[in-house]
C-alpha cells in the first residue's frame, strides 16, 4: 500500500518581525497604551494584569493565558483597570503575502474572534517559544521554525471567545455600540451621547478615564481603520470617503495621511501591488 499527499507552497514572501517581553506599570514612562492602528499583524499575550482588551467595537476580558490577534488596520488598545504590574508577551509581524498561512489572522472579519484562551501547557510553550526568538541567536530557519510553532499553537489553541467584558459601564459600551454600527454614517459626538443616554460631558469624561480616548478621537480612528480596510478594494478614494463617514474630502485625505503617512490613493496603489514593508527582529 502506498499513502500520498503532495503539498504545494505558494511561495513564502520574506518577513521580520519585532518581538517583546514586558514587565511594566500603566504609568511607567515607557508605557504606550493609547489606541493605534498599524499595518502590520499582532499578537498580545497576557501573563499578569488587571487589562480588558478593545478590538474595534468589541471589549474583551483578559488573563493570564489569554491572546488577542490583530490582522492590518484593525483598531485596538489595552485598556487598565488598576495599576497593577502588566507582564505580557507582544509580537508584531508583517503578514502581506503570506496570508494563506495566516487565517487566524486574514480568514476572519475585522473585529471578530481576536480572543484566543490557552491552556496552561499551551501557554507555557508560547512562553518558551517566544523566549528562544528574544534571547538566542540562531539561523534564521530555527527562528521561522519557532514563529510557524507559536502559529501553531494558537491555531490550535483548546479556546476561543467572542465574549465581551462585562467591566465596561453600559453607557460606554452602548455608545461603542452606536458608533461602530454608524460608522458609514454622518453623527456627532451629541448623536453618540444621546444614544448611550448621558450628557455630551458626561460621555467625554467617561470614555477619557474608562479608554483614554475622547470620543471624537476615537470615531476618527474607526473610521481611518475602516478606510484602509476598503480602500485596496473599492473603485475609488472618494467612494471610500463616502463609506467611512467622512463629511469632507479633503479632511478625509490630510487625516488619512497624518495617520498613515501616506495618501488615500497612494495606499490604495501600494496595495494593488502587494508592496511589503521590512520590520527586522528587536532582541
Known sequence: ???????????VAPFGMEIRYIDILPDDPDNTHEHHIH??????????????????????PVRSGSVIVTRPYEYHHCIYHSNEHHEHLWMLFDGKGNESLLPLFY???????NLIELSEKQMSK???LFGCIISKERSKACEAADFLRIITILENADGSSDDISDTI????????????ENLGNVFTVSDVAKAAHVSVNT?????????????SGYIKS????????LLPSCSSVGEVCDKCGFQDYSNFIAVFK?????????FKKMYKKNTSVSVEVTK
Open 1 to 11: 500500500m502506498i499513502e500520498e499527499r503532495k503539498v504545494r507552497f505558494d511561495g
Open 107 to 113: 480568514d476572519r472579519e475585522p473585529g471578530e474572534n
Open 222 to 229: 474607526r473610521r481611518l481603520a475602516r478606510a484602509a480596510e
Open 258 to 266: 497624518k495617520q498613515f503617512g501616506i495618501t488615500p490613493l497612494k
Open 169 to 180: 459601564p453600559k453607557d460606554i459600551s452602548g455608545a461603542i455600540a452606536f458608533i461602530g
Open 126 to 128: 508560547v512562553k518558551e
Open 39 to 60: 499595518e502590520e499583524c499582532e499578537i498580545y499575550v497576557n501573563i499578569t494584569g488587571d487589562v480588558s482588551f478593545m478590538v474595534e467595537d468589541k471589549i474583551y
Open 203 to 215: 460621555l467625554e469624561r467617561r470614555f477619557l478615564e474608562i479608554l483614554k480616548v475622547t470620543p
